[in-house]
């Protein structure tokens, strides 16, 4: 089972907000080169993932792996926490 799940990818990023129930919003950071000047450029990218255990918070490191459609808009899932936030970040809810 999982020789078939290999080809997946995995990505770490830190949860950015809990979007509803089973739900976060996580931020993966990459850099690229800008094509004329050469600099390093920082970009992020936002992408949806399902908790299935609730256990994420606000700042937390965590691993997601691609999956098949499970909303509208989750395409991935949480894997496990790879680091836990050190202060609780408050939201506006």
Same mark, same amino acid.
């Given at each position: 089972?999982? @020789? !078939? =799940? !290999?080809?997946?990818?995995? &990505?770490?990023?830190? $949860? *950015? ?10 931020? %993966?950071?990459?850099?690229?080169? #800008?094509? $004329?000047?050469?600099?390093? $450029?920082?970009?992020?990218? $936002? &992408? #949806?993932? #399902?908790?299935?255990?609730?256990? %994420? ?5 965590? @691993? ?5 459609? &499970? !909303?509208? &808009?989750?395409?991935? =899932? ?5 680091? *836990?936030?050190?202060? *609780?970040?408050?939201?506006? @809810?």
């Amino acid at each position: 089972m999982s @020789e !078939s =799940r !290999s080809n997946r990818k995995n &990505l770490i990023g830190f $949860v *950015a907000t809990r979007s509803g129930d089973k739900s976060v919003k996580v931020n %993966c950071q990459f850099t690229v080169l #800008h094509p $004329v000047y050469g600099k390093e $450029v920082k970009r992020r990218t $936002v &992408l #949806h993932a #399902h908790d299935e255990k609730n256990e %994420c918070k606000v700042g937390d490191k965590v @691993e997601i792996m691609e999956t098949r459609p &499970l !909303s509208k &808009l989750k395409r991935w =899932r949480i894997v496990r926490i790879v680091e *836990a936030a050190k202060v *609780a970040i408050q939201t506006a @809810e």
